[in-house]
């Protein structure tokens, strides 16, 4: 086993992160870092890590075959292209570029070099949605017509690039990409129609939160929605299937998923006192008409990005995370700025 010796451009918040907690050791060697922060250089080196003077150093590396990119958006392009040229494999953080052309254009280099691309979607293995996942594959609360995903938080837009257009800031771009990754991975019909609404509440040049609604011509809807002035969160989930719903609250699975019984003996349910008149359409359902069940981890039946990344070097397997899905995200995420500007 030949571990992938492996070199982080951009050593902040992401970069770091892969280093710590992403990359198994016997799969990949992080021989260095290269980053324009003296901040960035600085926490390298206190990890242990060699700091490399110049991106050409790093590129001219002949013991270098592969490189991480985490820096912000605007310059993905621009090194993904020069290290694909040098001959290195590449990882590039999402979203993988400030647009469709831009990835087009990385895409191009890469199949003239014949070198592997692959975007860090990450959110494909997180534990709330390998549940949806899950009950949508296998329709324990039937066919799902209606997946509302939302992230929402109160501290406003992270207070560094984040916060300017130039960079490919604003939470579309830093969230919805998470969010649309996810649904569009897990709906395969292609989409009707969509409407979408940005927020700019906080008065920066960049949306502060957004939300999507798209239809499917499948008939599912889905409601994405992204919040950073949210004191109060909504559920990070939640689905509707045809023979129940489930709410998962947050990334530790609290929550509940709710089955019908179908039962052919139930009694009607009664009308009840709501507010100052009577409903028998939103009275609860008698006890035996429902069931809850408890929210379990779900693994993912496929490997950690790292190891598939590796895999894809050594073993010739196929990527998790398609290029062409990505290309999908991101034109996705054009159309959506497009509309917003009608």
Known sequence: ?????????????????????????????????????????????????????????????????????????????????????????????????????????????????????????????????????????????????????????ANGIPGDWRE??????????????????????????????MTADFSYVLGQEVDDGFILYLIFENGIRSLIEVGTTNYSQLPRWYVKGLNGAAKIDDWDLSGEIVVATNQ??????????????????MAPPSEEATKKVAITEVLPEFPSFYQNFYDVLRNGAAPIVKNDEVRKVLSLIDSVFDLVKL
């Open 164 to 193: 300017q257009a130039e960079h490919g800031g604003g939470m579309l771009l830093d969230w919805g990409v998470h969010l649309i990754d996810q649904i569009l991975w897990l709906i395969d019909s292609p989409i009707k129609s």
């Open 264 to 281: 052919d003996d139930l009694v009607a349910p009664a009308p009840i006192k709501a507010g100052v008149g009577l409903t028998k359409t």
């Open 1 to 153: 086993m030949t571990a992938i010796n492996i070199v982080i451009i951009g050593y902040g918040g992401m970069g770091s992160y892969h280093q710590k907690e992403l990359m198994p050791h016997e799969l990949v060697n992080v021989v260095g870092v290269y980053d324009i922060a003296q901040k960035a250089k600085d926490k390298a080196r206190e990890a242990g890590l060699m700091v490399y003077d110049s991106l050409e150093q790093v590129l001219n590396d002949v013991s270098v075959e592969a490189i991480l990119i985490a820096t912000p958006n605007d310059v993905h392009k621009a090194l993904s292209i020069a290290a694909l040229r040098a001959g290195k494999q590449v990882i590039c953080e999402k979203p993988v570029a400030m647009n469709v052309g831009e990835l087009d254009d990385i895409l191009a280099v890469a199949a003239e070099t014949g070198n592997t691309f692959m975007v860090h979607q990450n959110r494909r293995w997180d534990p709330d949605f390998l549940v949806i996942r899950e009950l949508y594959q296998r329709g324990q609360i039937g066919d799902l017509f209606q997946i509302e995903s939302r992230v929402q938080g």
